[in-house]
T-cell receptor, first 114, second 114 residues
Framework: EAGVTQFPSHSVIEKGQTVTLRCDPISGHDNLYWYRRVMGKEIKFLLHFVKESKQDESGMPNNRFLAERTGGTYSTLKVQPAELEDSGVYFC????????????FGEGSWLTVV | GDSVTQMEGPVTLSEEAFLTINCTYTATGYPSLFWYVQYPGEGLQLLLKATKADDKGSNKGFEATYRKETTSFHLEKGSVQVSDSAVYFCALKRGGGTASKLTFGTGTRLQVTL
């Protein structure tokens, strides 16, 4: 069974440009999460989808970040326009519907804004 | 709000040494507790978990016991190997719905040398 897959694995963009990160969760997982780790700090929650609905987006830093999950399958996270402080690792994770289930993470998308 | 505090790293040990990485938490209710590990160039992997007080999670020789009285979940291994070199993250999760997100500590880098 395939795990959580993320694309691209690495991205270097200039300040002011746009980047779109994609996440394919494990098949059948209704819950999809985005997290971010910036400059060796803690991994911070960004948002949580249940199927195609945003359950909790309290961690989204500002309106330059837009997450979508059309159809309740894969998700995208767009940063527009990117700023230097957006550099970091963006992790996607998924889990099954029950609240007790383990959350599985992808390998992360490493974003560098120069 | 919820928070997780981990000991500062990096931790450098010789092979076969005993490992302890301290983790304490602050949360309402009865959270589940986790240790995730990130090996170099890889994503986050669940190492072990405990869902209620006095539970012991274990995997790959690592152990951690959920201590509600001290709000701690310290990670231990009796004899580390070079292959254990990685970043270790302690995390908690309070439940379902909007509380189902993970709250992470800052991570502790472990370097094991021959």
């Amino acid at each position: 069974e395939a795990g959580v897959t993320q694309f691209p694995s690495h991205s270097v963009i200039e300040k002011g440009q746009t980047v779109t990160l994609r996440c394919d969760p494990i098949s059948g997982h209704d819950n999809l999460y985005w997290y971010r780790r910036v400059m060796g700090k803690e991994i911070k929650f960004l948002l949580h989808f249940v199927k195609e609905s945003k359950q909790d987006e309290s961690g989204m830093p500002n309106n330059r970040f837009l997450a979508e999950r059309t159809g309740g399958t894969y998700s995208t996270l767009k940063v527009q326009p990117a700023e230097l402080e957006d550099s970091g690792v963006y992790f996607c994770a998924s889990s099954q519907a029950s609240s007790g289930n383990t959350i599985y993470f992808g390998e992360g998308s490493w974003l560098t804004v120069v | 709000g919820d928070s997780v505090t981990q000991m500062e790293g990096p931790v450098t040990l010789s092979e076969e040494a005993f490992l302890t990485i301290n983790c304490t938490y602050t949360a309402t209710g009865y959270p589940s507790l986790f240790w995730y590990v990130q090996y170099p160039g890889e994503g986050l992997q669940l190492l072990l978990k405990a869902t209620k007080a006095d539970d012991k999670g274990s995997n790959k020789g690592f152990e951690a016991t959920y201590r509600k009285e001290t709000t701690s979940f310290h990670l231990e291994k009796g004899s580390v190997q070079v292959s254990d070199s990685a970043v270790y993250f302690c995390a908690l999760k309070r439940g379902g719905g909007t509380a189902s997100k993970l709250t992470f500590g800052t991570g502790t880098r472990l370097q094991v040398t021959l």
